[in-house]
């Protein structure tokens, strides 16, 4: 009968230091990769083209929302001087109660059509890079980090605007308070997408998510407003 081997033990644990080293290595590439990223974009994360998009994108939104508002005043204007042009009795004194009420009601409709605009446009924020990139990316397995990098023009001085804005201590880090904004959002995001545009590995996920939150209206910088 053959005899037994034993475990080599020596063979175990160095293997397992060598897994281990391995996951270490991993983990502190992921976390350079990231602090880079989160550097980047305090110096600045918008490119030109992407700075000429979104004001385009803003220019477009506004001329529908003055659109829409004009056509809503166009049909109260229509509905008064319907109202007026009845012959009321002397009983009939109070209509423009009627119409004011009307006025209200047109105020609550715009009010809700504006609030509907701004969640498509948020929608349609979070979900363009994807479109946009989820092909590419199913038949590529290496990001190009050269083309998918973020490029860094132009928000040291919305970051600088932000800390002069407000006095508060905490609001001197906006950095910070942008970093912890993107944990709990970007969780959600890689949720949503990982259901809609399954096939991806988690980097690319996490490259699309950043993608996305620097265009995203949930992004603090993002938020800055020049003064009035």
């Given at each position: 009968?053959?005899?037994?081997?034993?475990?080599?033990?020596?063979?175990?644990?160095?293997?397992?230091?060598?897994?281990?080293?391995?996951?270490?290595?991993?983990?502190?590439?992921?976390?350079?990769?990231?602090?880079?990223?989160?550097?980047?974009?305090?110096?600045?994360?918008?490119?030109?083209?992407?700075?000429?998009?979104?004001?385009?994108?803003?220019?477009?939104?506004?001329?529908?929302?003055?659109?829409?508002?004009?056509?809503?005043?166009?049909?109260?204007?229509?509905?008064?001087?319907?109202?007026?042009?009845?012959?009321?009795?002397?009983?009939?004194?109070?209509?423009?109660?009627?119409?004011?009420?009307?006025?209200?009601?047109?105020?609550?409709?715009?009010?809700?059509?504006?609030?509907?605009?701004?969640?498509?446009r948020e929608l349609a924020v979070k979900r363009e890079?994807?479109?946009?990139?989820?092909?590419?990316?199913?038949?590529?397995?290496?990001?190009?980090?050269?083309?998918?990098?973020?490029?860094?023009?132009?928000?040291?001085?919305?970051?600088?605007?932000?800390?002069?804005?407000?006095?508060?201590?905490?609001?001197?880090?906006?950095?910070?308070?942008?970093?912890?904004?993107?944990?709990?959002?970007?969780?959600?995001?890689?949720?949503?997408?990982?259901?809609?545009?399954?096939?991806?590995?988690?980097?690319?996920?996490?490259?699309?998510?950043?993608?996305?939150?620097?265009?995203?209206?949930?992004?603090?910088?993002?938020?800055?407003?020049?003064?009035?």
């Amino acid at each position: 009968m053959p005899k037994k081997m034993g475990v080599n033990t020596r063979s175990v644990e160095a293997k397992t230091k060598k897994d281990d080293a391995k996951k270490g290595k991993a983990a502190a590439a992921e976390k350079e990769q990231e602090d880079r990223q989160w550097k980047e974009a305090g110096e600045g994360a918008r490119s030109k083209a992407q700075a000429k998009k979104e004001e385009q994108e803003k220019q477009r939104a506004e001329a529908a929302a003055k659109k829409l508002e004009a056509k809503k005043m166009a049909e109260a204007e229509e509905a008064a001087l319907a109202s007026s042009a009845r012959k009321p009795s002397s009983k009939s004194a109070g209509t423009p109660k009627v119409t004011s009420h009307q006025l209200r009601q047109q105020k609550e409709s715009d009010k809700q059509a504006a609030a509907e605009e701004a969640r498509r446009r948020e929608l349609a924020v979070k979900r363009e890079v994807a479109v946009d990139d989820y092909g590419q990316l199913v038949d590529r397995e290496n990001i190009n980090r050269e083309e998918g990098g973020v490029d860094a023009s132009g928000m040291q001085a919305a970051i600088a605007a932000l800390v002069v804005g407000d006095s508060t201590p905490e609001d001197r880090h906006p950095e910070k308070r942008a970093r912890a904004a993107y944990a709990v959002w970007s969780e959600q995001w890689i949720a949503d997408m990982k259901m809609e545009k399954p096939g991806l590995r988690q980097q690319q996920y996490k490259d699309l998510c950043w993608k996305a939150w620097q265009r995203s209206p949930d992004n603090p910088l993002n938020q800055i407003k020049s003064p009035a």
